[in-house]
């Protein structure tokens, strides 16, 4: 089955630094990749996701990479800001093409420093 | 709508103790899952459903039944609670129709296994 696994599992940056996030998979049928952030004591929320035929989206500050060789993908927050602070998931999925598990990563921990 | 509702909020058992987790939405959502959240291991996929009458197992079924009677609920059986299973369990539901994968989380259940 599909295996996600993301790095790092901590993340530190100054305020209006970028932060990168990197995850890879493991099926190469996947086609469906989304990112959620969680607040602390929060729910998970989509923040962006992308598709197998696409190799890069971008929504303001955040834009997500995908390289379908490798089987890896990135998420890439620019000037981050305080409230950018959460834990944040990768996940794959061949949801694409029809309804099907959604399996995500063990997370990544970020801190923004004022 | 309510959107994704799980009750209860906090939960606490006895080793053996059997007890099911709500979980509803009023979206007409097709899909559901369960997931359990643990520190370090992110979100691990217990069950899903594609529909009413249709369940498939996730990453980590093992002690855990679902039902899918109604498009609505999708409640999750813990059979023989072990200290294992402790853990914060989300409950999320995608729109039918295929226009949007995004999953909607509800709030989330704790529960610790004594």
């Known amino acids: 089955g599909e295996n996600v696994e993301q790095h790092p599992s901590t993340l530190s940056v100054q305020e209006g630094d970028s932060a990168v996030i990197k995850c890879t998979y493991s099926d190469s049928a996947s086609n469906y990749f989304p990112w959620y952030k969680q607040e602390l004591g929060k729910r998970p929320q989509l923040i962006i996701d992308i598709r197998s035929n696409v190799g890069e989206k971008k929504d303001q500050r955040i834009a997500v990479t995908l390289n379908k060789t490798a089987k890896h993908f990135s998420l890439h927050i620019t000037e981050t800001q305080p409230e950018d602070s959460a834990v944040y998931f990768c996940?794959?999925?061949?949801?694409?093409?029809?309804?099907?598990?959604?399996?995500f990563g063990p997370g990544t921990s970020l801190s923004v420093i004022p | 709508n309510a959107g994704v509702t799980q009750t209860p909020k906090f939960q606490v058992l006895k080793t053996g103790q059997s007890m099911t987790l709500q979980c509803a939405q009023d979206m007409n959502h097709e899909y559901m899952s369960w997931y359990r959240q643990d520190p370090g291991m992110g979100l691990r996929l217990i069950h899903y459903s594609v529909g009413a009458g249709i369940t498939d197992q996730g990453e980590v079924p093992n002690g855990y039944n679902v039902s899918r009677s109604t498009t609505e609920d999708f409640p999750l059986r813990l059979l023989s609670a072990a200290p294992s299973q402790t853990s914060v369990y989300f409950c999320a539901s995608i729109p039918s129709g295929r226009a949007s994968n995004e999953q909607f989380f509800g709030p989330g259940t704790r529960l610790t296994v004594l």
């Open positions: 996940a794959a999925s061949k949801m694409e093409t029809s309804y099907d598990k959604v399996i």
